[in-house]
């Protein structure tokens, strides 16, 4: 028995592959800006940081030291918050000042709102608004260079 097959198509010449260049104006090729891995994990890793300094001050007694304890988190808070949407500040803020209130000030994990308390949260949230205001800063100079 014979199988019959299909017949071959005619020979064409052999084309390379050029890709084509995705150009700025067509929308469908252009991508999302801000879109980034590190933005999004700059929480969690923030966080993980935190307790890295935090466990780093209390194995070399650097907790009896709170002004240089807080400004340890607060170049960790300006870092984080380069790295962190805007709209991820305020947690940011938030997680360092839990770390820097519960273990070096209070050094029970107990979270509490005296003078002192006060004072570091208002000195995170400024660096977090620091380090937030730079990076929008940085966004809006790439975003529209100079013609």
């Not at 150009?23 to 890295?52: C, E, F, K, S, Y």
């Amino acid at each position: 028995m014979a199988t019959l097959h299909r017949p071959a198509p005619p020979h064409r010449p052999y084309l390379p592959y050029t890709p084509r260049t995705p150009t700025r104006t067509h929308p469908a090729l252009r991508m999302p800006p801000d879109r980034t891995l590190a933005r999004d994990l700059a929480l969690p890793l923030g966080a993980v940081g935190a307790a890295l300094l935090v466990t780093a001050l209390m194995l070399t007694g650097g907790t009896a030291h709170a002004p240089v304890a807080l400004a340890l988190f607060a170049l960790l808070t300006v870092a984080v918050s380069l790295l962190a949407r805007p709209v991820l500040l305020p947690a940011v803020v938030l997680v360092s000042w839990m770390f820097y209130d519960g273990f070096v000030l209070n050094q029970r994990s107990d979270l509490a709102f005296q003078p002192q308390d006060r004072t570091g949260l208002l000195v995170l949230l400024l660096a977090g608004v620091a380090g937030a205001g730079c990076a929008a800063a940085v966004r809006a100079v790439r975003r529209h260079p100079a013609r």
